[in-house]
């Protein structure tokens, strides 16, 4: 009985949370991947759809928008998680040197988190205008002002690396926030280290190749996990830019007019499951790695 | 410990009761004596315009039922997207609103199939409305033999717009007549050094290659590619498409939307614009909601390269679902929405003309006095972009098709593509 007393109380203060997240994450996902498995592609009627096992997972592989979605997702993945990791590693790197008015740069740079993804992009569609020349606006204005008329390109209407200037409005609004990461980062590197390490005769390069560095890593990854899931996630930003239109592709979009404008609910999930299996591959080696880091400690 | 425990038996229970009462609170919603009188009209009417329009209906639809309260259920954005995505969801929890807008056509087949909307004969035979609508246009909204909406307004989507001084300082005098002569003054507009047709987002080309495509096949084999056994694969719409690809090539870099890519040509920047006749409100109107130019002097219209003596038509039109809560309230909104004096008070506003061919022909000026002029002599087809010949599968697919081509550029692909879409729409 003292035993029941001990983890009941604990038990029924978590049960309301642990009831709604069961039913309306993981319940609903178990839904989603249900939906992806029938071949329910008719909206309004009232079938309810057959088993169709895996047949709409391989099947959207011969879609083309979906690979070009895909590729789309991908170099928005790596220029934007490239990007802002080097740019906000590079903040911080020059911020934990120690200049004047730091505080003033960090509250800067933080800023545009404050911003949806919405408002970033309404303001990006502008800046990133397509028209060159005479009629430029935005972006390539100022390059026409500036005589670098060479750097007029079409942005995000760009064929082939479109995608790329996508990512411009999302590293710009991300790479404070891993500035603060990395600041905190780099601050937890306790001074004796270094010290150490310049009394064994380590040059000031070396003392951040060997002894800072490493000691970042388990930022870094943090901050790879939470810029990744949120660029194989990317709706918002893409839909403010430009809409939606294929040239800007990407998967959660395409989800969205296989529901709305085809009325398809099986490809949409399964459009739904590619993107929360693709956040997994993300999320779960880090959830194994931290589980792990726990019970050693 | 004692203490402890009822803390969390006393958060447990709050947080349960939450949850029902969540629960609880839609029940009250639907149901209720007072709703039984009100009529709830969903529409995505919200813009300068439209919303005008609805609100003169609204007010005959007061003076002559006072024992009903209209409701306007109206979403707002442009083309009823959001809209649609609401009212899927209403009508798939059978909770339809008393009626509701739709673009008449083909848009509103899947609702007819999943059975979602009522036939509206026993209406048309009451009014007697199969003999003030066009015959074509009945002929094109009946799904076999029934008809489940009433068209209130009709817009036309084949209007080429341009600018009269870009033209003559290229040397072109008048608008071109055949997509042939529509190349050559591309080519003439281009070499004048001026933008030669100005374009916005993807769905314009959309709306571009369905003027082109009834520009070069002609109007009945237009039509036919709509009906079963339709074939897409032959040499024509291959030429059409080639055609297609040739304009395209001409294009100016694509705007935000159909109005900055409108505005070029307002401003003497582009020369043409292939775009439906709600752009005249935008060149016309005083310059809150419009760029204040002025018709035939700043710029000008005629129809479509090649599609002269056809009218490519959509419509907004209402109807009735299964199930409306207030069906009678909904069939007296329907009695209005037909009515000469509905569409009359409704039209003008909107910046439309009425579906009706008994219209007061004197509340149509400048250009909607042409546009009611052609809608009672021409031949009709029907839109794709707006919903009148494809199923929402079909249109996306063209949609998607539409913009891969603007892509590759890959005419053999991007007819495979269309046949493939064809096939697959289960129209």
């Known amino acids: ?297 | 410990m004692r203490r402890r425990w009822m803390a969390a038996v006393a958060v447990s229970v709050a947080g349960l009761l939450t949850l029902s009462a969540c629960g609880g609170g839609d029940k009250q919603e639907s149901g209720g004596g007072q709703a039984a009188r009100k009529v709830e009209v969903f529409s995505w009417w919200t813009g300068p315009g439209e919303a005008d329009g609805l609100k003169a209906m609204r007010e005959i639809f007061a003076k002559q039922n006072p024992n009903f309260e209209f409701f306007d259920a109206a979403v707002a954005g442009g083309s009823g997207d959001q809209a649609r995505a609401l009212l899927s969801s209403k009508l798939q929890a059978n909770q339809p609103p008393d009626t509701f807008q739709g673009h008449a056509g083909a848009e509103l087949q899947g609702y007819i199939k999943s059975g979602k909307l009522e036939s509206l004969n026993f209406l048309y035979d009451e009014l007697k409305l199969k003999e003030v609508f066009p015959q074509q246009l009945i002929d094109q909204i009946s799904v076999q033999g029934q008809v489940y909406s009433v068209p209130v307004n009709i817009h036309r989507s084949n209007v080429l717009w341009f600018n009269p001084s870009v033209l003559k300082k290229a040397g072109i005098d008048g608008a071109p007549k055949t997509v042939e002569e529509f190349i050559t003054d591309l080519d003439k507009v281009k070499k004048s050094g001026k933008i030669p047709l100005s374009i916005g987002s993807q769905w314009t080309l959309v709306h571009l290659l369905e003027s082109v495509l009834l520009g070069s096949l002609g109007t009945d084999a237009y039509n036919a590619l709509w009906t079963a056994n339709a074939d897409w694969s032959n040499a024509n719409v291959t030429k059409a498409l080639e055609n297609f690809k040739t304009i395209l090539s001409y294009a100016g870099s694509p705007q935000d939307d159909w109005q900055p890519a409108a505005k070029q040509v307002a401003d003497g920047e582009a020369a043409f614009n292939i775009m439906g006749d709600w752009a005249y409100g935008y060149f016309h109107n005083p310059p809150e909601g419009g760029l204040g130019k002025e018709s035939h002097k700043d710029f000008d219209w005629a129809a479509s390269p090649g599609t002269d003596g056809t009218f490519m038509w959509l419509s907004d039109s209402f109807t009735l679902p299964k199930g409306a809560p207030n069906r009678d309230g909904a069939i007296a909104w329907l009695k209005v929405a037909a009515s000469k004096e509905g569409q009359d008070a409704f039209n003008p506003l909107k910046g439309s003309i009425p579906a009706r061919k008994d219209a007061d022909q004197s509340l149509y000026k400048d250009y909607l006095s042409w546009d009611l002029e052609q809608w009672a002599s021409d031949k009709l087809a029907g839109s794709i972009q707006h919903g009148v010949v494809a199923n929402d599968q079909w249109r996306q697919a063209i949609t998607d098709a539409v913009g891969l081509f603007q892509q590759d550029n890959d005419v053999a692909k991007f007819q495979q593509a269309l046949v493939a879409a064809a096939k697959n729409s289960g129209q």
């Open chain 1, 1 to 297: 009985m003292t035993r029941v007393r001990r983890w009941l109380p604990g038990l029924l203060l978590v049960s309301p949370s642990i009831i709604l997240i069961a039913v309306f994450v993981y319940g609903l996902l178990g839904w989603n991947f249900k939906l992806a498995m029938t071949d329910k592609h008719d909206e309004i009627a009232e079938i309810p759809g057959n088993f169709v096992g895996l047949e709409n997972f391989t099947g959207i592989w011969s879609e083309e928008r979906w690979g070009l979605s895909v590729r789309h997702a991908i170099v928005f993945t790596v220029v934007f998680v490239g990007g802002a990791l080097v740019l906000g590693w590079l903040l911080a790197f020059l911020m934990e040197k120690g200049i004047r008015a730091e505080s003033g740069f960090r509250a800067v740079y933080l800023f545009p988190m404050a911003v949806s993804f919405i408002a970033t992009g309404v303001v990006w569609r502008w800046l990133m205008n397509s028209a060159t020349g005479e009629h430029a606006v935005g972006l390539n204005r100022l390059f026409h002002y500036l005589g670098l008329d060479f750097l007029q390109w079409q942005w995000f209407r760009d064929p082939d690396w479109g995608m790329a200037a996508m990512a411009l409005p999302a590293v710009w609004q991300m790479s404070g926030y891993i500035m603060a990461l990395f600041l905190a980062g780099f601050r937890g590197v306790p001074e004796e280290l270094r010290e150490a390490a310049r009394v064994d005769g380590c040059s000031e390069w070396g003392v951040y190749r060997h002894v800072v560095l490493p000691m970042l890593r388990p930022v870094t990854l943090s901050a790879l996990i939470i810029l990744g899931h949120i660029s194989l996630k990317v709706f918002d930003l893409v839909v403010a830019v430009s809409g939606k239109q294929i040239i800007t592709d990407v998967p959660a979009t395409f989800m969205w007019t296989a529901v709305y404008d085809s009325h398809d609910p099986a490809k949409g999930a399964t459009i739904a499951s590619y993107i929360v299996l693709s956040v997994a591959v993300f999320v779960v080696p880090y959830l194994i790695w931290d589980a792990r880091k726990g019970k050693r400690s």
